[in-house]
């Protein structure tokens, strides 16, 4: 059975940076794409950023802007997404999806497993 989890939210201010990290388990996981989302209160989850499966191509959201970066280290069944200049409207809980048969695919139909998220929150 397929599980992610995801760490390292938090309170930071404005201009701050965080690291969140994706523990993936149950398969192997280079078989799948990773993405990232992100559900902001009221708000409809959307898309951040992903990785493929080799672990080289990224896709972005057009709002991350260079801010962030997403990765993974499939030795260690783990995925990263690097945030930069964090704004308060970042503010959300964040969540890490694994996708066996799409790429590059900023709809959350498309991701089969899901982490239970991690709040960032940043104030100005």
């Known amino acids: 059975q397929v599980r992610l989890s995801e760490s390292g939210g938090g309170l930071v201010q404005a201009g701050d940076s965080l690291r969140l990290s994706c523990a993936f388990s149950?398969?192997?996981?280079?078989?799948?794409?990773v993405g990232w989302f992100r559900q902001a209160p009221g708000k409809e989850r959307e898309f951040v950023g992903g990785v493929r499966r080799n672990a080289r191509n990224t896709y972005y959201a057009d709002f991350v802007k260079g801010r962030f970066t997403v990765g993974r280290e499939n030795v260690k069944n783990t995925a990263y997404l690097e945030m930069n200049m964090l704004k308060p409207e970042d503010t959300a809980v964040y969540y890490c999806a694994a996708a066996t048969y799409y790429s590059d695919s900023d709809n959350p139909e498309t991701y089969e497993y899901w982490g239970q998220g991690t709040q960032v929150t940043v104030y100005s």
């Open positions: 149950g398969r192997p996981f280079s078989n799948y794409y």
